[in-house]
């Protein structure tokens, strides 16, 4: 179930990025109190689930850790209830991530190693949901958004705090590990390990009953899988895109203005001559006067100073003054008197003798303000059109803060609204699997953290030109959908259970079967039982099995964990049968075969030695500051947050 949340906790990344992952940031700011019935400080138990070194972890922050995880799962796996997620563990790993952020920041506060109020100001000018309509930070924005989430900017600070302390320390504990050869060596060997045997599937369908479940079974089966059956939230959002295109009436450039333009850069249209040459230093004027002389006797530059083991440099394109900066003066009076092609020096230089030579001459004339008059003038006019958005966007979000409602404000400003068919969390259309509209894509995440129904939002689709306003207009919570809409589900899932009850028999007598020396393709037509997929017949060794597109499949994994002469019983996902695996030959890889995957296999170790190493130091410095958890305050939120008890 939570196997989406705990790949990431474990991926390559490491711990430091983890680590980053359960902050008040990472989902765009999930809401604080996800039940709607009060706030976490009143839960019974106290207002602390945790005390790590000098920190505190209040119950907010584990309720708002909580809703983080979820949420981020709920991309991949919409249906996921904050029940199922607490069942399957989230809810501990959360408290696990809280209390490792918390045990880090403390314990490199004890040493020394800090984040500064600088470097927090720059994490938070890099995310986009703090950003205004030019595309730079705006504070502005930054304390709506927060204040939008039930968030204060002291916790939000610390968050990116504790995120940058992390990555200092377990970032640099996690650089440049690697395993010993010996070990590549045999993991390498392990790779080309080949395994020969057979597979069976005897689907459950197969021994489902024939006859239809009553009302009395079908309503007995439902009320015990009642889980099984949940609908994911669903969202329809309101939205309306405009342009520049929706600003009327922007006034032209006046005259006045073009030509303030025009005198306030006179040197952008005045005429310019920029050059492009070659350089070659030389120690003493003496050396360099003696190359000047093999190149006016036919020699080239390049020739002359690849005989004497010296190599030219490239200049330019520079004008006069660019080239003043670069060198000197008297050296760049003589290239801009040099003709094409000619060469000028020796010129004392910084770090020697020059001479050069003049590759190309770009001469461009000058700009009278009649001539850059329509130049001018679109660039005024294109300002002008920008700002009138800005004050546009500028209008609309003010609406939205005084209490606007979305319709009020598209029918104000002319602006089309559609709206969207229900959506779940991944952005796709429930039931249809189609995806939202494109327009929706950069704020799908903020939608389904929105608490509630009607609260306004405008954000850029593409920054500076192309704005979207949006609302959610309805929440249909997750819940069990009705028996009576899913009748025909509930009976085949019924029929299913039942049908896999009588597939496991067939399956462990097939098994039997196998294990006495019977063919496993044999035992199982053996069954007498019409339909049944065919013997999988298996020769394949660990790297093929590892490149699996999809993954691994379960009764592929048992396979290659199975002595050899040996046949298990493993049950397929979903109840969807039962497989029997057959293993009848192990030949061990060589290090011959394994040689051309050591480099590959040395990368794959250092990683998970990284990642390890990291993890070890995580787990120190834990128990170097010292946690202590409060287990009745953590039940207290367990049960706001499923809803079973105050």
């Known amino acids: 179930m ?25 989902l765009a700011f999930a809401a604080a109190d996800v039940t709607g019935s009060g706030t976490f400080g009143s839960v019974t138990g106290g207002d602390r689930v945790a005390s790590v070194g000098k920190r505190k972890i209040s119950t907010a922050d584990l309720g708002q850790a909580a809703t983080t995880g979820l949420e981020q799962v709920k991309q991949n796996n919409p249906r996921l209830t904050m029940q199922a997620f607490v ?5 501990t790993e959360a408290l ?24 927090v100001d720059s994490e938070l000018a890099k995310i986009d949901a703090f950003k205004g309509i030019d595309g730079k930070f705006s504070t502005a924005t930054f304390k709506a958004v927060l204040a939008q989430r039930g968030l204060n900017e002291a916790a939000v600070r610390q968050d990116i705090a504790d995120g940058l302390v992390a990555r200092q320390l377990l970032v640099p504990a996690a650089f440049g590990a690697k395993m010993p050869q010996s070990v590549v060596g045999r993991y390498a060997a392990l790779l080309t390990e080949q395994r020969t045997g057979s597979i069976a599937l005897i689907p459950s369908g197969a021994f489902a009953p024939k006859a239809q479940p009553t009302d009395a079974d079908l309503a007995a089966y439902y009320s015990a899988h009642r889980d099984n059956f949940i609908r994911p939230e669903r969202r329809e959002i309101r939205w309306a895109v405009f342009d520049d295109a929706a600003i009327k009436n922007v006034p032209a450039p006046t005259e006045a203005e073009i030509a303030a333009r025009y005198n306030g850069n006179k040197a952008q249209y005045a005429a310019t001559e920029s050059r492009k040459v070659t350089q070659l230093l030389l120690p003493t004027e003496a050396a360099a006067k003696a190359v000047l002389a093999e190149v006016s006797g036919g020699k080239t530059l390049e020739a002359a100073a690849s005989a004497k083991g010296l190599a030219v440099a490239a200049i330019g394109p520079s004008t006069k ?3 003043t900066t670069q060198t000197n003066p008297a050296l760049a009076d003589a290239v801009f008197a040099a003709a094409k092609g000619a060469m000028a020096g020796p010129i004392k230089a910084t770090l020697g003798w020059a001479i050069l030579r003049v590759d190309v001459i770009d001469q461009r004339p000058g700009k009278t303000l009649d001539q850059a008059r329509a130049e001018i003038s679109a660039d005024l006019a294109a300002q002008k059109k920008r700002t009138a958005l800005s004050d546009f966007s500028s209008k609309i979000e003010e609406e939205f803060d005084n209490g606007g409602s979305l319709g009020d404000v598209a029918k104000e400003l002319s602006l089309t609204l559609q709206q969207t068919e229900p959506l779940t969390a991944d952005g796709k259309v429930y039931t249809k699997g189609t995806p939202a509209p494109a327009e929706l894509a950069r704020v799908l995440q903020t939608a389904f953290s929105m608490e509630r129904e009607g ?22 919570a997750s819940a069990p959908a009705p028996l009576a809409e899913i009748r025909g589900d509930v009976a085949s899932a019924y029929l299913l259970e039942k049908g896999a009850a009588a597939a496991k028999a067939a399956a462990e007598k097939v098994s039997a079967q196998a294990r006495k020396g019977t063919d496993l393709g044999a035992a199982l037509a053996g069954l007498g039982v019409a339909g049944l997929p065919p013997v999988q017949r298996l020769n394949i060794n660990r790297q093929e099995f590892s490149r699996q597109a999809n993954g691994i499949p379960p009764a592929l994994g048992l396979l290659f964990s199975m002595a050899q002469g040996t046949t298990k019983v493993l049950a397929a996902p979903g109840g969807q049968g039962w497989f029997v695996v057959s293993l009848a030959k192990i030949v061990p890889g060589t290090p011959q075969q394994a040689a051309p995957l050591l480099a590959s296999a040395t990368a794959e170790l250092s990683q998970m030695t990284s990642r390890e190493y990291a993890e ?5 410095m834990r128990d170097a500051v010292g946690f202590k958890k409060n287990q009745i305050a953590i039940d207290a939120v367990s049960r706001q947050l499923t809803g079973t008890g105050n």
């Open 96 to 119: 696990d991530q809280l209390v490792d952020r918390a045990a880090i920041s403390e314990f490199g506060a004890e040493h020394g190693v800090i984040a500064s109020d600088r470097l």
């Open 87 to 91: 069942a399957g563990g989230g809810l």
């Open 455 to 476: 609260q306004p939002q405008l954000a850029e689709i593409e920054p500076g030109k192309k704005f979207v306003v949006f609302d959610v207009a309805r929440i249909t």
């Open 2 to 26: 939570l196997n989406i949340f705990r790949s990431f906790m474990k991926s390559k990344v490491g711990a430091a990025l983890a680590l980053l992952f359960l902050g008040l940031i990472a």
């Open 321 to 323: 003054t660019q080239l």
């Open 616 to 620: 070890q130091l995580r787990k120190a």
